[in-house]
């Protein structure tokens, strides 16, 4: 496990300064993945997430869609990496922006149908509990990384970055608001095939430069348990 630096050697670097190029050598390797998997298993769980660094994938994707075949695309199973626990179609919902951005679209195009999204019960109990007894495993996770390098819920200096659970674990004092989520846990992408992280504009430089700094630990920059996966790709528009 990478608990200081980096390790180049795990991970394959994506680089370019236009995004709409840098999108798609992303998503030849992504569709790479999705064939490689679906060799061995009948599901792949696929685990999204919100904010702005993966929009240009996301659209860039929906361009691309007919370039992967049906039989794989019927395979897919959406997830979220983290969710907020607020009403599914509030402002700050993880489901709302991709439902509406990006999985829509795809319903549309009949790439994928709505039972192939698992969303969580913002009024369940146990949302954490729920969502993991829904979701086996995550297959593939995009990330993008925050300014701070946190990735999905999992923030620097956070006790949930100790924890040791394989599921989906509850978050009632985020950093950022909303303070109550659900979230991955580290050892959910140290179980999974591929992680593709995204650090994408100038506000992310700073995040790029800690992420690439041999001298801090996943707690000060989380984003580096992305290189925890059987496979990281890291992609970025940033020198």
């Not at 700050?92 to 549309?108: A, M």
Request: aromatic letters at 12%; one cysteine or more; hydrophobic letters at 35%.
């Amino acid at each position: 496990m990478v608990e200081v630096g980096l390790i180049f050697k795990m991970k394959s670097e994506v680089y370019n300064s236009n995004l709409d190029k840098l999108s798609k050598e992303v998503i030849q390797n992504f569709f790479d993945k999705i064939k490689r998997l679906a060799k061995d298993d009948d599901k792949i769980f696929i685990a999204l997430s919100g904010g702005t660094s993966l929009n240009n994938f996301y659209e860039n994707l929906l361009k691309f869609a007919s370039n992967l075949e049906q039989k794989f695309w019927s395979k897919i199973i959406f997830c979220f990496a983290d969710e907020r626990i607020v009403p599914l179609y509030n402002q700050d919902s993880n489901y709302r922006q991709l439902k509406e951005t990006f999985l829509n679209k795809l319903i549309e195009k009949k790439n994928i149908s709505e039972n192939q999204i698992i969303k969580i019960n913002p009024n369940s109990k146990n949302p954490q509990i729920e969502y993991s007894n829904l979701i086996s495993r995550v297959d593939i996770f995009l990330f993008g990384s925050g300014p701070d390098c946190h990735i999905a819920s999992l923030f620097p200096h956070h006790n949930l970055l100790n924890e040791k659970s394989k599921k989906f674990l509850i978050i009632e004092n985020s950093p950022k608001p909303p303070k109550k989520r659900i979230t991955i846990s580290k050892k959910m992408i140290e179980n999974s095939e591929v992680s593709f992280i995204f650090f994408i504009g100038k506000n992310k430089q700073k995040a790029y430069d800690n992420f690439r700094n041999k001298n801090l630990s996943f707690k000060n920059c989380p984003a580096k348990l992305a290189l925890n996966s059987k496979n990281c790709f890291v992609v970025t528009n940033l020198k």
